[in-house]
């Protein structure tokens, strides 16, 4: 006799398996995480598994697009919010960038983590890339240009792997040149 899951237990179930998928591919790796890691720090079996999941890399897929692509609407509406151009482009930095990156910073294999999703799938990279670009447009004026100039220099900000601290303090900086806000220094 099978038990059918409710919709909402399927959901709980598949948040469970990312959650547990994301922790291991951040320590162990992608080549090096099997599925029965992935099981065994779910608390599922291997077969519950694949009655989600179809193999590792759509888990890694799914990872990344439930990370990171769920966080595009808050991003938008953060745009599209009231406040100041900095206010707003500072939110939106923490929410596509600060936030996702407190959950990688000092994970052995973070670094991996962004090359093998555009490897993976680089459509979820564009995509992630797309949506930040026209958020950070939209704030500063439609300027597309300048958008991408702020993007790169976010991209340089994370090359030497900063604390989250000093990462946030970084972002900052670079937004109160980019676009005037409230905020004064903290």
């Known amino acids: 006799m099978t038990n ?16 547990a998928a994301r922790w291991c591919f951040l320590n162990f790796g992608f080549s090096k ?8 720090r779910a608390s599922i079996s291997r077969t519950l598994l694949y009655r ?7 888990i890694f897929t799914a990872v990344f697009a439930d990370w990171l692509v769920s966080r595009h609407p808050a991003a938008k509406a953060a745009a599209a919010a009231a406040g100041t151009p900095g206010d ?6 923490r929410l ?4 996702p990156y407190a959950d990688m910073v000092g994970a052995p294999m ?8 555009e490897r993976l799938d680089p459509e979820i990279e564009a995509l992630h890339r797309q949506v930040a670009r026209q958020c950070v447009a939209r704030i500063l004026g439609g300027d597309d240009a300048a958008a991408e100039v702020f993007l790169l220099a976010l991209d340089g900000l994370l090359t030497d792997e900063p604390t989250t601290t000093v990462l946030e303090r970084r972002v900052q900086l670079l937004t109160a040149r980019f676009a005037p806000s409230s905020n004064k220094r903290k």
Do not use: N
Not at 96 to 99: P, S
């Open 33 to 40: 995480t099997s599925l029965d890691d992935i099981a065994k």
């Open 88 to 93: 707003r482009l500072l939110d939106v930095c």
């Open 96 to 99: 596509m960038v600060i936030e």
């Open 52 to 58: 989600t999941f179809k193999d590792k890399e759509d």
């Open 110 to 117: 973070a670094g991996e983590f962004f090359d093998v999703c």
């Open 4 to 19: 059918k899951l409710t919709q909402e237990e399927a959901e709980a179930r598949r948040l469970k398996i990312l959650t």
